[in-house]
């Protein structure tokens, strides 16, 4: 009941969710657009692993989440103090 | 269990759904970034509370709190970081934008701020340049 509720409910919508992003991605008209969609796209991907954990029943894959909540902290980050710095002077 | 766990799931991926559709068709760029990481957060530690009450062991619970702990202090920080450089950069606001509190106050060429008072181009210039 609950594995075909996530597997056929919660799952496609969050892959429906991240092809909105996607679009955002693609046609972005500015390159910070850009950041804040690859931002959000890890977060989704953060969101299906956690769903696929539960429908696997396996807990590891939670530390990969982990893992990728603390790499679109540092890659927004970068990205948006590097933009920042060629605007500067 | 599972009725709660399927709750909490179901609205933390409707959060992110309606995070999605907003960046989608919001018109600028800051009522993007707005709806995007509130919502993200907010769906994200919904589904991460599911996953918690589905394992209910003390490591999973660990991991799920610090990954939410991880998303509400990096959140802020990025949208911040984001935002100030969106500003920088002459990010245009929105024909129907009717207030912009920044105008005038930040120095577009050494990026620093200034209170109500002064003006930016009698300033001195910051000590440390990084």
Redesign the interface.
Known sequence: ??NN??LF??LP??S???I??F??FLKGP?T??R???L??LI??G??II??Y??VTDH?AF??V??IL??I??LG??AF??Y??Q???? | M?II??AM??I???F??I???G??RMPD?FL??SV?IKA??L??GF??G??AL??L?F??TA??T??IF??LI?AP??GH??G???Y????KLWKGTILDELKGKYDR???SLTSDGDDPSERTPPVDEL
């Open positions: 009941m609950l509720y996530l409910g919660i919508v969050l429906i969710s991240a909105l992003v679009i955002r500015y910070l657009d950041v804040v969609s931002d959000f977060n989704i953060i969101g956690a769903i954990s539960i807990s939670l530390d989440a982990m909540a603390l679109a902290f927004s980050i948006s103090y933009l920042e060629r605007g500067k002077r | 599972d766990i399927m799931t179901s933390g991926t409707l992110i759904l995070a999605a559709v960046l989608i760029f993007r970034l995007t993200a957060t769906g994200l589904i991460m599911g996953t589905y394992f062991e490591s999973v991991k799920v610090a990954i991880f998303l990096t920080v990025s970081m984001i100030r450089t969106a920088f950069t002459g990010m060429k050494t990026h």
